[in-house]
């Protein structure tokens, strides 16, 4: 993740004042902890990782950090096995960085999960530029227009796709 996309990710947290986010994709820890420096100090972290030894160094980079062990809540398994699990309007942000092409599914499901005036994030969605070059692209790149293209449809949400890293998407659920 680039600084600037770190920056965005805290900035976005602490615009929705952000007490409960989601994360899809623990990886390494980077991300939650752009999130969790922006989220309010009793804010908690959910974020899900289908490799249990991600959630391990991010666990351990979160430590590092300073933020409590109360601060971020580790849920091994697929993320579409997991989010159904997850309580509805019950978070303020939702940060898509997983399988990219479940993003559709994950949209789906982070409408459920976030609360009016909540906040969506997909990271990645410019795909090296590979989803607006006109050639022949592979299927996740095709799921990705996909996305783009119900995001900026959709009724429910006003969005913006950001063009820091490699492109976030972000929509407000009306």
């Known amino acids: 993740m680039s600084p600037a996309t770190g920056a965005a990710l805290r900035l976005l947290a602490a615009s929705v004042d952000a007490k409960a986010v989601a994360e899809i994709g623990t990886g390494c820890g980077v991300s939650g902890i752009h999130l969790l420096h ?20 991010a666990r351990q980079a979160f430590r590092a950090c300073g933020f409590a ?21 019950g978070y303020d942000l939702v940060f898509c960085d997983g399988d990219r ?11 459920r999960l976030l609360r009016p005036g ?7 969605v410019l795909a090296n530029g590979r989803t607006v070059d006109s050639a022949p692209q ?23 796709l950001l063009p820091v890293g490699d492109g976030l998407l972000c929509a407000v659920k009306r």
Do not use: W
């Open 69 to 89: 062990s109360n601060r971020a809540r580790f849920i091994p398994g697929r993320a579409l096995d997991v989010l159904p699990r997850l309580a509805d309007a």
């Open 118 to 124: 909540g906040l969506v994030v997909f990271e990645g």
């Open 38 to 57: 922006g989220m309010r100090p009793d804010g908690v972290l959910t974020t899900v990782d289908p490799e249990p030894e991600h959630q391990q160094f």
């Open 101 to 111: 092409q479940e993003y559709a599914d994950y949209l789906a499901e982070s409408l």
């Open 138 to 160: 592979p299927t996740e790149v095709l799921r990705l227009r996909e996305l783009l293209r119900s995001v900026r449809e959709s009724q429910e949400l006003l969005s913006s």
